[in-house]
């Protein structure tokens, strides 16, 4: 096994490679136990035939893959129906005895990765910056009339 890992697919892009008919299957992985992923992200390469595993849009799946193409050569993943993965709801003997694995931190799903939580604290400090500005100026207001 190449990589292990639980995740949802995302999209499923066709592939017309010479006579082949291929597919590249997009997941968001949000659990890791063997391998690595591009950020959250994993492509497994999915021939269409009786030995590839049929991935749908949009279920979430525990994927044991294997690398290389149809002959076995090659870098890109593969999951074979003869192989372990299975619906991520069908999976629970499997994610027993694979234990915690590493979870990797959730990222929106397109788009740049933005950290909304340090751009909600930098709102709230500007505006707090402001108010407390307008409070040194209206203090000073009132106190420059109550001097005349």
């Known amino acids: 096994m190449a990589a292990v ?5 995302v999209d499923i892009r066709r592939n017309v490679l ?4 291929s597919r590249q299957v997009v997941f968001e ?14 492509v497994l ?23 290389g193409n ?8 593969h999951a ?3 192989g372990r993965t299975k619906a991520l709801a069908s999976a629970g003997q499997d994610l027993r005895e694979l234990g915690p694995g590493r979870v990797l931190p959730s990222q929106p799903a397109s788009g740049p990765n933005h950290d909304t939580g340090s ?11 402001l108010l407390i500005a307008l409070a040194v100026i ?11």
């Open 119 to 129: 751009i909600v604290l930098i709102a709230i400090g500007g505006t707090l910056m």
């Open 5 to 9: 890992f639980t995740g949802k697919v």
């Open 70 to 77: 149809l002959e076995g050569r090659g870098s890109t993943l």
């Open 45 to 67: 390469h999915s021939y269409q035939s009786s030995v590839d595993y049929a991935f749908e849009e949009g279920r979430s799946y525990l994927v044991y893959a294997t690398r």
């Open 18 to 21: 010479v006579d082949i008919d």
């Open 80 to 82: 074979s129906n003869c």
């Open 138 to 148: 209206v203090g000073r207001h009132h106190t420059g009339r109550a001097e005349h």
């Open 29 to 42: 992985v949000d659990r890791v136990w063997k391998g690595s992923t591009d950020g959250n992200r994993a």
